[in-house]
């Protein structure tokens, strides 16, 4: 399966992360940039699943539209489970970890949905020979 990190320069910079699942990239948008330090724990906002198309997708999203900014892929590769076999069953028990095989990001990571909080997830990178 394949991951996406986009830089996304909005009104606020963030990264998207994108997972493909389930015939779409489930998608979360990351106020700072993914760590490869444990310690580490990023706030992940789930937002809408966009088409697998935009995997590829780097350009300017015009003003007046959502999201409107320039897009740049800031890493991309591939991705599999180290829990679990169905990354949609393990999305809807509120916690995926798996294993990045990307240009930048590197490993085990977890994505762990917050308590009490609809679309807030932290996203941590898991302590292994990657880890800094």
């Given at each position: 399966m394949r991951f996406v990190i986009q830089e996304h320069h909005a009104r606020?910079?963030?990264?998207?992360?994108?997972?493909?699942?389930?015939?779409?990239?489930?998608?979360?948008?990351?106020?700072?940039?993914?760590?490869?330090?444990?310690k580490d724990?990023?706030?992940?906002?789930?937002?809408?699943?966009?088409?697998?198309?935009?995997?590829?997708?780097?350009?300017?999203?015009?003003?007046?539209h959502y999201g409107a900014g320039k897009v740049l892929i800031w890493d991309k590769g591939e991705y599999e489970l180290i829990e679990g076999d169905d990354p949609l069953k393990e999305l809807e028990k509120g916690k995926i970890v798996f294993k990045l095989n990307g240009k930048k990001l590197k490993g085990a990571f977890a994505l762990i949905k917050?308590?009490?909080?609809?679309?807030?997830?932290?996203?941590?990178?898991?302590?292994?020979?990657f880890s800094t």
């Amino acid at each position: 399966m394949r991951f996406v990190i986009q830089e996304h320069h909005a009104r606020k910079l963030h990264y998207d992360l994108r997972l493909e699942m389930g015939g779409v990239l489930k998608s979360w948008a990351v106020p700072k940039q993914p760590s490869m330090n444990p310690k580490d724990k990023r706030l992940a906002i789930m937002v809408e699943d966009h088409p697998i198309e935009y995997i590829d997708f780097e350009g300017e999203i015009p003003p007046g539209h959502y999201g409107a900014g320039k897009v740049l892929i800031w890493d991309k590769g591939e991705y599999e489970l180290i829990e679990g076999d169905d990354p949609l069953k393990e999305l809807e028990k509120g916690k995926i970890v798996f294993k990045l095989n990307g240009k930048k990001l590197k490993g085990a990571f977890a994505l762990i949905k917050m308590k009490g909080k609809e679309n807030h997830w932290l996203l941590i990178k898991k302590k292994d020979e990657f880890s800094t």
